[in-house]
């Protein structure tokens, strides 16, 4: 279906009732849609940020085959664009495009790659409203948190073009008298981008920010679930004056274009945010070139609630751990490990917290739980937790499928579980919470660290000994102590283990794009 014919077609009224098997919920599930399809495409269309074709050397181009693929909304199923469906040659123009723009772009000073940033961000903040829209529309997560990440991905554009200024290097003492040592930072060069759904623009902005920041220039793919936010945000990055084939945009058949950008010897980089899987395929596709990689891959987040805890405060915050996002992000809390003195209290708690998640329309006022990205996603929850209860955990709320449809899940808990379960061994990325007991603090660190994954850790405390004694313990790239809500563009970011490599984000994020060169002058001490 066209996008002019997608436009015609309104949003569902969401009026139906859900029933908790095991706890009673007599809310009904009546929300207002606020906000159809139709108006936010005219809006975005208006704007010029409707954008369906790739972007490479500064011009909007169709796939050389004509191919497209098309973006749905998956709260509805409705068709909302077709997008140029691109592959191995597209990408390969882009590498072109990109490599010829570094001359001129990395020779730029800091202050002008500075600017050009900082209006790219401005220019972000200026369409807020429309981009949360379109991430809605496309991805499905709730209006205030789609309006919420145009904030979070903007900012790193904002922090990247003050972080531009501050690439300093080094003077070194000599071991010998007539030399005088100097350490150079200089950008990598071209760099190859690859994004997954989640977070449509900040996974794009926490990369392309530093690359660009460095004097990088950057081919990005985003995924092809919801391309329509990285190509707008492509659009403001030429409305900001960006020069052509800067920032270049090629979406399609994932593993032609990864393929591409991995055989490529002009591109320096790969920055990758997905699965673990795909993330070590790059890794390895990356030796042929010895590329340098980043990887920002799957985790399995414990969230740690000790007996000395504040009820009220783990509670909101494994609630935000675990539920943002329908609980579709790589620092969501994926296994809730209560101590056993305060293991009933919590649970109880807890679940009357999630039961109080409204369902719906990310459009829908109220709404707080989207719908998931798709049946596969929703197939992956229902087949854990089958796997769970058949193996003597209870689902004490939700646990099938809503009665809204399409891909909309009851918000869930389970409680005894434990970490051999499939749902504890893998990224449940889905609105289940499980809840595993633990006796000691040394229980709960083996239970803890007892996985592939390291990317995010919560604990909830009030022993300030023990918040430090466990956050050095942890195996994990970031750690949140009575906070679930930990994300933001001044802290480095990233994993341990199979949960990645390199830091996005902070100061560290630059390092990722900027080589050190060491240059050595000799004969100093001849006049
Ligand atoms: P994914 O399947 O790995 O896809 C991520 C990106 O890789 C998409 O653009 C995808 O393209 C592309 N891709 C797939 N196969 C490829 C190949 N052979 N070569 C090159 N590119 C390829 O992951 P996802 O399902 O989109 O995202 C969810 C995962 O991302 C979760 O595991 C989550 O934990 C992780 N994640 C991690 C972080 C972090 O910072 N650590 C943040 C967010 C998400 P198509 O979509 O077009 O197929």
Redesign the pocket.
């Known amino acids: 279906m066209t996008l002019a014919a997608a436009l015609g077609v309104s949003l569902r009224s969401f009026n139906s009732a859900s029933s908790f098997p095991f706890i009673h919920c007599s809310a009904l599930f009546t929300r207002q849609i606020t906000m159809d399809a139709k108006s936010v495409a005219s809006q975005l269309k208006s704007s010029g940020l409707l954008r369906t074709q790739g972007l490479i050397g500064g011009k909007w181009t169709d796939a050389y085959d004509g191919k497209t693929i098309e973006v749905r909304n998956p709260a509805t199923g409705e068709v909302i664009a077709d997008v140029s469906c691109m592959g191995q040659k597209e990408t390969n123009d882009a590498i072109s495009s990109a490599y010829n723009a570094y001359n001129s772009w990395s020779k730029l000073t800091a202050t002008e790659r500075s600017k050009s940033l900082r209006k790219w961000y401005d220019l972000l903040v200026a369409h807020k409203e429309e981009l949360g829209q379109l991430i809605t529309l496309e991805q499905g997560k709730p209006l205030k948190e789609a309006l919420g990440e145009i904030s979070y991905g903007a900012g790193f554009l904002e922090f990247f073009s003050e972080e531009a200024k501050r690439i300093y290097g080094d003077i070194i003492p000599p071991a010998l008298a007539d030399r005088r040592l100097f350490v150079l930072k200089q950008p990598v060069g071209v760099v190859g981008a ?6 449509p623009l900040a ?1 794009i902005t926490r990369k392309v920010g530093p690359a660009l920041a460095c004097g990088c220039t950057v081919v990005i ?5 919801t391309p329509l936010t990285a190509l707008a945000a492509a659009e403001l990055s030429l409305q900001a004056g960006i020069p052509p084939g800067v920032v270049n945009v090629v ?1 399609g058949n ?2 032609d ?2 393929n591409a950008l991995l055989a490529s010897p002009q591109v320096r980089k790969i920055t990758f ?4 899987a ?1 993330g070590k ?2 890794m390895a596709g990356a030796a042929g070139t010895v590329k340098k990689v980043s990887l ?4 399995n987040a414990p969230c740690i609630v000790f007996d000395d805890a504040d009820v009220d405060v783990a509670v909101k915050g494994a609630l935000a751990a675990k539920f943002r996002n329908t609980g579709q ?2 620092v969501c809390a994926n296994r809730i490990l209560v101590q056993e003195g305060i293991y009933e209290k919590f649970a109880n708690a807890f679940s009357k917290a999630v039961q109080n998640l409204q369902v719906g329309d990310g459009f829908s006022d109220g709404v707080a739980q989207g719908p998931l990205i798709n049946e596969a996603a929703v197939q992956k929850v229902e087949s854990f937790i089958q796997d769970a209860t058949s193996k003597g955990a209870k689902v004490i709320l939700g646990g099938r499928r809503h009665s809204l449809g399409m891909t909309f899940y009851e918000p869930t808990v389970i409680s005894d579980v434990n970490n051999d379960m499939l749902i504890s061994r893998e ?1 449940v ?1 889905g609105p289940v919470a499980p809840l595993l007991r633990f006796k000691t603090e040394e229980d709960a660190i083996r239970i803890a660290n007892d996985t592939t994954a390291g ?1 995010a850790a919560y604990i909830f405390t009030n022993n300030i000994q023990r918040s430090w004694r466990v956050s050095e313990a942890l195996e994990y790239g970031l750690v949140g102590v009575n906070e679930g809500l930990i994300s933001t563009e001044v802290a480095p ?1 990233g ?1 341990v283990k199979q ?2 490599l390199g830091r996005e984000g902070s100061k560290y994020g630059m390092d990722e794009y900027l080589e050190i060169k060491y240059v050595c002058l000799g004969n100093m001490n001849s006049s």
Do not use: D
């Open positions: 690859i994004t997954p759904w989640n977070f996974m793919k985003p995924s092809e679930l979406m994932a593993p274009i990864g945010t997905g699965s673990t795909v395929k790059l920002e891959l799957g985790g992000t790589c990224e990325f990317l970011f994993g949960s990645g």
